[in-house]
């Protein structure tokens, strides 16, 4: 099987990493990991996300740096953001799941939309929302949808490189690694 064109990838990118990204030359570790996977997925791949998680992106540009503002500008005008539906009854499987376990106050609710555009699209997922994967993969069983998902934390050390190698399918990416 041929490996995929890097730009033939979309990438989903929770607003988390949108937030710590400060652009280069930024000291943090944190904020320098976050800058580096934008700036790659930027040169390399394309972004996909539903109406929701753009309404969250638009909703927190006012605490975005200006690298993170700009790169969403740019991907916006390259034609690298692909806004994709949510597959029809994922959000209530999801939602019901994480209810059951978690009760209905569980801040993950608030993250589907990570996984819906996922599934929309190459069901990869750049985010530093730990305890969302924490909640998502406890839901693998009841939605099997989640077993292709690829889940990458910038503040990972493999995380760059994976991005770099054109974020292939890798087992130690997988949210569901059972």
Known sequence: MLARKKREISIVVDT?????????????????????????????????????LFGEWLS???RLSYF???WLVDMRLKGCLNVVPPPPGL????????TDKFGSGVGSLRDIHLI????ASDNRIVSRDNTAYIHFATC??????????????PEDKDTLQW?????????DFLLCSV
Do not use: Y
């Open 16 to 52: 988390s990493v949108l937030q710590a990204a400060g652009g280069p030359g930024r000291p943090n570790l944190v904020s320098k990991n976050c800058t580096e996977a934008l700036m790659t997925i930027k040169k390399d791949f394309f972004v996909a996300c539903t109406q929701d």
């Open 60 to 62: 927190h540009k006012a």
């Open 140 to 153: 693998c069983d009841a939605v099997p949808e989640l077993h292709d998902i690829l889940w990458a934390n």
């Open 68 to 70: 993170s503002s700009m």
């Open 91 to 98: 959000r209530e499987r999801l939602e019901k799941c994480l």
């Open 116 to 119: 819906e555009s996922a599934v």
């Open 163 to 171: 991005l770099k190698d054109s974020a292939p399918k890798n087992k």
